[in-house]
């Protein structure tokens, strides 16, 4: 297909066997990966696809209308339709062929493999920011490098089986589903949609050792943790991942109690971190009710003072700064976000209202952007989620 390093790539995409395969080969020639939720709107993939400006779109059949409405003629490789024509798939176009025609069309090229540098651009996710509308975040493959070995220091265990519940086409699922554990040599179940039935029929199927979840989903299995157990043998199930929001004393004290031999593991990252920045490693950590864990290794923080801009002592509440490999280089295209998000010395201003203790545990408040304004008192959002939580 001619792609060259610096090409930009996109994938729409649900989780699928291909996804890291696709992955891997566009970043190993040196080209960019670029990813949108299946669920966007037309308008709002057109609007990545005008700021990315792909060469290439890999998707699956349903979806190839999609991209036809945003861009008509960005050519297209099928990820669903193996051996079967495009011209014969009612959901194909002119401009699109399927993965095993363009195997057969790229075995009648040759080509020499350009030199990849660490500081090369690896993928082009697009993130909400730490304030504002959405940005590319632009990531090299030091940074996913980096991220890597936080992956492989976090799960030292090569034979464990993961289900991936998680959208690959954001950082955790990318990071740690579609490159992370693929280094160490794990199995990964992957659901190309989440479903609570066909997850638990998936874990006991295939002996599943650690989920990742959402805090709602994990609420879902506690309160319903009898029946789930009268129907589904979950013994294998060792782990269980959790981000997104810290959980409440009640809430995993109870789900210890009903799913006995499971241990909770929380965490913290963001897509202008390359995904994991901080998180617990055993049942003690997440008994320190609330944090989101140690940081991650080579990773610097330091907490500050939004208005004077110091630096805070321990258990004083500040924005999250943050300092380390995996740290993004910058956003696509937007110079002026790029310098009020990176500072002149390397440090990501987070947008996270945070404090640590004297363990030095990372305790999450909230954005700094949400805090609810009452009767000139700062409200956390999150204090409101907790109570609807319980």
């Known amino acids: 297909m001619g792609i060259k390093k610096g090409d930009v790539i996109l994938i729409l995409s649900p989780n699928s066997i291909y996804f890291p395969v696709v992955c891997l080969s566009v970043m190993s020639l040196g080209a960019i990966i670029t990813t949108t939720n299946p669920l966007n709107t037309t308008s709002e993939i057109a609007k990545q696809i005008a700021d990315s400006k792909p060469v290439l779109a890999f998707t699956i059949s349903s979806l190839v209308s999609k991209i036809n409405a945003a861009s008509p003629t960005l050519p297209i490789i099928l990820m669903d339709v193996n051996g079967e024509s495009s011209s014969s798939s009612s959901s194909s176009?002119?401009?699109?062929?399927?993965?095993?025609?363009?195997?057969?069309?790229?075995?009648?090229?040759?080509?020499?493999?350009?030199?990849?540098?660490?500081?090369?651009?690896a993928t082009l996710l697009y993130s909400s920011g730490t304030t504002g509308p959405s940005k590319g975040v632009v990531s090299s493959h030091k940074n996913l490098i980096a991220m890597v070995q936080n992956v492989l220091t976090r799960f030292s265990k090569q034979e464990e089986t993961f289900i991936c519940t998680v959208p690959m086409f954001h950082i955790y699922g990318l990071g740690v589903f579609a490159t992370g554990l693929l280094a160490l040599g794990s199995t990964i179940v992957i659901l190309s949609k989440f479903e609570m039935d066909h997850m638990l029929s998936s874990i006991e199927r295939y002996r599943v050792n650690v989920l990742p979840l959402v805090p709602p989903i994990?609420?879902?299995m506690l309160n319903n943790a009898d029946a789930i157990k009268r129907k589904h043998d979950l013994s294998s199930l060792h782990t269980v991942l959790c981000g997104g929001a810290p959980l409440s004393k009640e809430v995993i004290e109870g789900f210890i109690e009903k799913y006995r031999n499971v241990v909770i593991r929380q965490g913290y990252g963001l897509t202008e971190s390359s995904g994991i920045g901080s998180s617990t490693d055993c049942l003690e950590e997440t008994r320190k009710y609330g944090t989101a864990g140690l940081l991650s290794c080579s990773t610097e923080a330091m907490i500050v003072d939004t208005e004077t801009g110091q630096p805070l002592q321990i258990n004083q509440t500040g924005e999250l700064w943050l300092r380390g490999p995996t740290i993004m280089k910058g956003y696509f295209n937007n110079e002026e976000a790029t310098?009020?998000?990176?500072?002149?010395?390397?440090?990501l201003r987070t947008g996270d209202v945070c404090y640590f203790d004297r363990d030095g545990f990372l305790f999450v408040v909230d954005r700094l952007k949400e805090l609810i304004k009452y009767k000139g008192y700062q409200v956390p959002p999150a204090e409101l989620e907790a109570v609807l939580l319980t």
Not at 339 to 347: N, R
């Open 93 to 121: 176009s002119s401009n699109s062929i399927t993965l095993e025609e363009m195997m057969k069309k790229e075995l009648e090229l040759t080509s020499v493999r350009e030199r990849i540098n660490k500081d090369d651009t």
């Open 218 to 220: 994990f609420v879902v």
């Open 339 to 347: 310098k009020s998000t990176l500072t002149s010395d390397g440090w």
